[in-house]
């Protein structure tokens, strides 16, 4: 047993989907989350960048000694999987139990990818589906314009500007008959109803965060690393809550307000 948090982090909101889904599979792990909304977004920066505030992530939920840390971020996840290879804790990204979800699930060999430019530009999914299985053909599309939405908190089903933009970026997936879509950013949860309308019923999406939540567990049962606490939450952001605090108790549906703190990453 072990009854330190298990520390999870974003650049900003969308890592949530990935909490929503622990607390859902292991009620009883306390759990600290980083969200960067500060410096969100990291899709469209440099490699270099991306890199850096990985490894200051990291270290501030090291900081508050967690256990264990998930990347719930497509673009940290692929462009710096060996930042979390090396961590003190073990520590996991959500491109691995993604790629291995989308070639279990995919019956027709078509698989589509959506996430930051940095994620599709670093080919993550696409390698690691076609490690498992060569045959797949993968279209592959950046959606940026998702991350403002979802940050944005445009996320009712109805919404027309987030219905006009999962039309627009749905139809190469259409053309190209794709039957299971990962959703590789995990903001894009968020937009799942909407994008599961667009498709249509036979698409397969596969949700890295929850994935990546159920791989966790797995790997805490097998280290025997469980805890037995009440399941705790607390959410650190880098900018003013408010925009966080809102869209979060939309997504968690709970009031969050109190469980949410303003942080500085920078030192002194
Ligand atoms: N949630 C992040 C991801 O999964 C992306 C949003 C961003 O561009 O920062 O890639």
Not at 41 to 48: L, N
Not at 121 to 149: G, N, Q
Not at 164 to 185: E, N, Q, S
């Amino acid at each position: 047993m072990d009854n330190r948090p298990i520390g999870v982090f974003d650049s900003g909101l969308g890592g949530l989907t990935a909490v929503r889904r622990l607390q859902e599979i292991l009620p009883n792990e306390d759990i600290i989350y980083f969200g960067d909304t500060g410096r969100v977004p990291y899709g469209t920066r440099s490699e270099q960048t991306i890199r850096n505030y990985a490894q200051e992530d990291c270290q501030f939920l090291l900081d508050k000694n967690v256990k264990f840390i998930i990347a719930a971020c497509g673009t940290v996840s692929s462009v710096a999987p060996d930042i979390l290879a090396t961590l003190p804790v073990p520590a996991i990204g959500v491109v691995q139990a993604t790629a291995n979800a989308a070639v279990k699930a995919t019956e027709n060999k078509r698989v589509g990818i959506i996430g930051t430019a940095a994620t599709v530009r670093s080919r993550s999914f696409e390698k690691a589906m076609l490690e498992l299985d060569a045959a797949l053909t993968v279209t592959a599309l950046a959606c940026p314009m998702f991350v403002s939405i979802v940050e944005n908190g445009w996320i009712d089903p109805n919404d027309e500007v987030a219905v006009a933009t999962v039309r627009r970026y749905m139809a190469p997936f259409k053309t190209a008959a794709v039957d299971t879509l990962i959703l590789g950013c995990t903001h894009f949860p968020l937009l799942a109803p909407i994008i599961q309308r667009e498709l249509g019923d036979s698409v397969t999406l596969i949700d890295s965060g929850e994935v990546t939540a159920r791989r966790c567990a797995a790997v805490l049962s097998e280290r025997d690393a469980l805890a037995q606490n009440n399941g705790g939450c607390r959410f650190f952001v880098s900018d003013q809550p408010e925009g966080f605090t809102l869209t979060a108790e939309i997504f968690l549906g709970r009031d969050v307000r109190e469980e949410v703190e303003m942080v500085s990453l920078q030192k002194g």
